[in-house]
């Protein structure tokens, strides 16, 4: 099964995606409820994407994802996150925003960790994007448009995301020279995903005022995002410069990034370096807990002690 967003289906293998009568699922359309197209022999289909947006509008689980050529949606398996990547690669070479947009709300409300559908998924996904490029079988602007898609993805699981006021709080974002955008709004909303209050700066900022937002904003956790590198000198001594005003207020520094190599880890002192989001998760939710630790600590009435 060819599994586009423009794959028409019949109301009658949408009944079974979506695990209902064929009658009912007829009424929805006759009601408007599920918008449909006409086949030239004027029989009624319905495509992919809006069965899926149908589905998560009336908070309805698809029960036969497979017969939209998605993924089951209980279990985030290697399998699954593979097919996912390139069912989402092939949506986003094709420039389909609805489709691209639908699998990723498909498993981020699905079972799957935030962290593996960034990890396992899109950044899989801009791998395939990346290889099909560099063998000219993408074009650059199909590249660009692919990331402007999960921009304004992200953008949107971020504003479904909901914080507790008093939450710890996180910020980061690249340094001068490095345009990347994707991966410092994706660990930003991994952290509110963990529950911190967390801000991308954005691209491209100076280490002065990288080192000013640290001393203003005083984060608990602050991230560097480094996927491209102008000058390694200069990146290092700006390292230190960030490590030291995140040392003067506590804040816990942490990078990742694809030019971060073996050797510019070692010299980056009290920086924790990761590969993916699921380590920076992992870091995350242990400085959570040590946090919550200290504040019950704390919070200990004085007499209880022994
Ligand atoms: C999209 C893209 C761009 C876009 C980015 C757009 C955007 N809005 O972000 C733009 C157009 C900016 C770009 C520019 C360039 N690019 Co480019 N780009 C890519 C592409 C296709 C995808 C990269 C991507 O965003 N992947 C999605 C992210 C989410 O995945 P990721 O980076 O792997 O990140 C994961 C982990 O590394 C980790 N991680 C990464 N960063 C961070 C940060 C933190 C805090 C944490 C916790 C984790 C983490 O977690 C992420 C999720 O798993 C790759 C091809 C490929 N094979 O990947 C080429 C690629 C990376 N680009 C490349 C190059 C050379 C460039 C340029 C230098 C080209 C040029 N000469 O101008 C410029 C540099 C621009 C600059 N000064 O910053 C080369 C790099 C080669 C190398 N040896 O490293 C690649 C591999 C293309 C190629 N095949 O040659 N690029």
Sequence with gaps: MNPSADHPHSPKQVARVLGVSESSLKRW??????????????HRKVLAAEVIRF????????????????????????????????LLAEALLAGDESLSREIVFHLALGNCPVARLFDDVIARSFAIIGDRWACQRAEVYQERRSCEIILRTLMELRKSQTVSPGS????????????????????????RDCGYQA??????????????????????LFWLSAA????????????????SACAATQSALVAGGRALTPQL??????????????QLA?????????????????????????
């Design 265 to 278: 880890r070692e010299q980056m002192i009290d920086v924790t370096c990761v590969d993916n989001m699921q």
């Design 168 to 191: 710890l709080t996180a910020c980061g974002g690249t340094a001068t020279g490095n345009l990347y955008s994707l991966q410092t709004l994706m660990a930003e909303v991994l952290l």
């Design 199 to 220: 801000t991308s700066l954005g691209t491209a900022i100076p280490f002065d005022s990288l080192v000013q937002a640290i001393h203003e904003l005083r984060p608990t």
């Design 29 to 42: 359309c006759d009601q408007g409820l599920l918008q449909t197209t006409r086949t030239a022999g004027g």
């Design 228 to 243: 491209h590198i102008l000058d390694e000198a200069e990146f290092l001594e700006g390292v230190t410069r960030v490590s």
């Design 282 to 306: 992992g870091f995350a939710k242990s400085l959570l807990r040590v946090h919550r630790r200290t504040l019950s600590s704390s919070q200990q009435p004085a007499d209880r002690t022994p």
């Design 55 to 86: 589905a998560r509008d009336r908070g309805i689980t698809i029960a036969s994802p497979e017969l939209l050529g998605l993924p089951p949606l209980a279990t985030a398996t290697e399998s699954n996150c593979e097919r996912s990547a390139c």
